[in-house]
């Protein structure tokens, strides 16, 4: 399994200290939506830059990527379970970023290449609201705006704003595109469990596939020349 | 599963005459690389651009992408499953594309909507190489220069010159990625057979779901503004 593979290649990093570093998330603090307590946490704030993606484009797009009602509702499913457990997925992520220099740098100052405790800290928060967000698959005008906002976040756009930081300038369009798979992959040991069918299990991963992919492609749209997304 | 919701669509499209419109490769003719009989294929071209990604920016995405010897290896024992029935797999493609108008609009007029058969038919001839090519995984210079071009061919840049056709002028980013989901679920179950066990099935759709992600990230670098890819 490519899983166990990417955890004996986790077991062996030497960055674990990133861990501990950005473990500032207590498991009983889930927020809802929308919550105002996440520093920085944007879905549904009044004040966002309107998305350049339609609710017309939006449901063009999950046609080709062939989201649709059953995908949500696996979604939806799915909370049950990770929320308990966005702690350990996050322990997982972080360890991978923490492992591959190559994406460690958009957390770290580009001259002196020191990753940014503060900042892994501030950013791990919301990517566990994140998970949460994904997993209740509203996909409004507010999470469109949202998503955008995130877009920028990882593009020069807006990157580093949000929290004060002095890292890297830019997450690189290849990096955060090619996240996809390592991300998805080591979600599936979490929609795993007892009283969870296998058939489930692949119902409620493929939803995932699919959402976060379309998510990332969201995201690349400030990276793009004007027309060509 | 997704894959038979996926064929259940397909077999009610009514695009059914862009597949014997574009039907026009035989199975008996499977060129090898860099085979310069196939009308406008680029593969070991001298001419060629060279690819701004270098072999250790290549390196560095498979790293992320978690793509490694095993899965080089399991591309290329998928090749004797794939090779027999690249028609066949061309004609769920195809289907999957015609049965989607924000799809087949970048095979068509931009005016007229009309989409061009012998544009089709041209890109199919390549896009079966490219199956062939795509579990060869010879990812070398070459190669990465060729999927330059291929990028550059959905882009502005070079969209339509190599056919002379006259469709859209571009094939939008956002739908050249959520392909990646589309494509690789329905290559499934072509790597499955008699004698292929789960397992191994497993490892080939692995290796295809990272090297298509890897080779559409690769073909988004003309989409992106300068110094964000």
Chains 1, 2 share one sequence.
Not at 132 to 153: F, I, K, P, V
Not at 190 to 216: D, N, P
Request: aromatic share 8%.
């Amino acid at each position: 399994m490519q899983t166990t593979a990417l955890l004996a290649v986790l077991a062996g990093i030497t960055c674990l200290t990133l861990i501990s570093l950005a473990h500032g998330r207590g498991q009983n603090a889930a927020p809802q939506r929308g919550d105002a307590t996440i520093p920085g946490y944007s879905l549904g704030r009044p004040d966002l830059m309107r998305s350049p993606v339609s609710l017309e484009d939006l449901a063009q797009l999950e046609e080709v990527l062939l989201f649709g009602e059953e995908d949500r509702a696996a979604l939806r499913r799915s909370r049950a379970l990770l929320e308990p457990r966005v702690d350990e997925i996050l322990d997982v992520w972080y360890g991978f970023v923490g492992s591959k220099p190559q994406l460690l740098a958009s957390f770290s100052h580009p001259e002196t290449g020191a990753p940014d405790a503060a900042y892994l800290d501030a950013v791990r928060l919301r990517f566990g609201q994140w998970i949460l967000d994904t997993a209740d698959a509203r996909h409004d005008q507010a999470w469109l705006d949202h998503s955008h906002e995130l877009g920028r976040r990882h593009h020069t756009s807006a990157k580093n704003r949000t929290d004060g930081a002095e890292a890297a300038a830019i997450v690189p369009l290849r990096y955060l595109l090619a996240l996809n798979y390592p991300i998805s992959a080591t979600l599936r040991p979490f929609l795993e469990g007892e009283g969870i069918s296998a058939e489930e299990t692949e119902r409620m991963h493929r939803a995932w596939i699919k959402s976060v992919l379309l998510q990332t492609i969201l995201w690349s749209e400030p990276y793009t020349q004007q027309g060509t997304f």
